[in-house]
């Protein structure tokens, strides 16, 4: 599948997490909240245009800018249509929390990279002729220091409401 996704090693909610196993509970909805939360924490970088560590991304030329404003797209960093951000969701199980955008270009505008054309010997951007275009990385995708603070508060909240049961 293309697209692109993020796991997290969460060794500092390891004990709330085996405490809440030792009391019998099911995980599922504290993964299904988790999931929740780092989904909405993606889709606001997508207002604030940052990273997960709070580094702007790229802004994209004046040129691009003019040509999507043109063709009465949204001009901001990684909008256009709204397909990318669109295809962002998470899914949980009993286990695990994933964030994932599923779009075709998700991973190129997570990680950058160099676009080349499939067949022929040149991409067709703007009315011009490239042998490659280089994309800035953009991450939307992975954990901020609020998102490790909300997921430990939730699996606190979690553990308390199993423990009152």
Same mark, same amino acid.
């Given at each position: ?8 090693? *969460? ?26 939360? *780092? ?38 960093? *990684? ?61 939307? *995708? ?9 997921v430990l508060d939730a699996a606190r ?9």
């Open positions: 599948m293309a697209g692109a996704s993020f796991e997290v090693d *969460l060794r500092t909610a390891a004990h709330l997490f085996d405490r809440i196993k030792a009391a019998g509970r099911s995980m599922q909805p504290l993964m299904a909240e988790i999931g929740s939360v *780092l989904e909405d924490s993606t889709r606001q970088r997508f207002r604030t245009q940052q990273s997960p560590d709070g580094i702007p991304w790229a802004p994209i030329s004046d040129e691009w800018k003019a040509e999507k404003a043109e063709r009465g797209f949204a001009t901001g960093v *990684l909008k256009m249509r709204g397909d990318l951000l669109n295809s962002v969701r998470y899914e949980s199980d009993a286990n695990s929390a994933t964030v994932i955008a599923s779009a075709p270009y998700a991973a190129i505008h997570q990680f950058g990279g160099v676009i080349r054309p499939k067949r022929g010997r040149a991409l067709r951007v703007r009315g011009r002729f490239l042998s490659s275009v280089t994309m800035p990385a953009r991450p939307y *995708l992975g954990m901020s220091d609020d998102d490790r603070f909300e909240d979690f553990l308390r409401r199993a423990a009152a049961r």
